[in-house]
């Protein structure tokens, strides 16, 4: 048996709050996470609209039933998810969601001259939105890994020079069992590789994004 590749044509969809026009001062690309949707994520940053600013909420190339099949092929409900990759075949999918990526920004924003331009990755999000904002095709001025860290298959020689020139904040709950000790020391670890020293945000919650703590960052 042999595995083979093809390249063919791919639609894939996004969510949008706000218009991108000649007001525009700000955009916002915010990066969901394992088991979200792009049309429920953006809502979560609907606070954000106003006449000078847009956000666009890209979504995973994979979609899935959250619940499992039980027992007579039922499930306890339909719900959908989407993941921008697993470790089954990784490269393909990493290099899939970036040429996607690649062309949204196209797409929305072109040639234009935005004042300010921010990435956010929440959990799975942020090593999606760390190898997008690393590999070296688009223009922005803030980075923002929430409940999430950079991955491990970075190259920090090369790619900390492009990062040391931009702003950048981490955000986690104090209650995130995801952000365990552990956690956080591989995250420092990955932030002296990069000889970078983010904005360290922290508030009182989980696995979430907070409402107010995005308020604050506006």
Not at 33 to 46: C, D, E, N, P, V
Not at 95 to 100: E, F, G, I
Not at 134 to 145: A, E, K, M, Q, T
Request: with cysteine.
């Amino acid at each position: 048996m042999t595995q083979n590749e093809l390249d063919f044509s791919f639609k894939a969809r996004y969510s949008r709050l706000g218009e991108i026009n000649d007001d525009t001062e700000q955009v916002w690309f915010v990066i969901h996470g394992y088991g979200q949707l792009a049309h429920y994520f953006i809502r979560k940053f609907a606070l954000l609209e106003n006449k000078n600013t847009c956000i666009i909420a890209p979504e995973g190339l994979s979609r899935f039933y959250v619940n499992e099949l039980k027992e007579g092929g039922f499930r306890n409900s339909h719900r959908v998810g989407a993941t921008w990759m697993t470790k089954e075949n990784r490269q393909m999918d990493i290099d899939n969601y970036l040429t996607y990526l690649d062309a949204l920004y196209e797409k929305e924003i072109g040639k234009r001259k935005i004042k300010s331009i921010t990435l956010l990755g929440f959990s799975q999000g942020a090593a999606t939105v760390s190898r997008w904002a690393v590999n070296g095709r688009i223009h922005f001025d803030r980075l923002i890994l929430w409940a999430g860290v950079f991955p491990t298959d970075m190259d920090f020689d090369r790619e900390k020079e492009l990062l040391q020139a931009k702003e950048m904040i981490q955000v986690y709950g104090t209650n995130d069992p995801f952000i365990n000790p552990e956690r956080l020391n591989e995250l420092e670890s990955f932030n002296t590789k990069l000889n970078i020293r983010p904005r360290r945000v922290v508030f009182d919650g989980k696995h979430e994004i907070d409402e107010a703590t995005l308020r604050n960052l506006i």
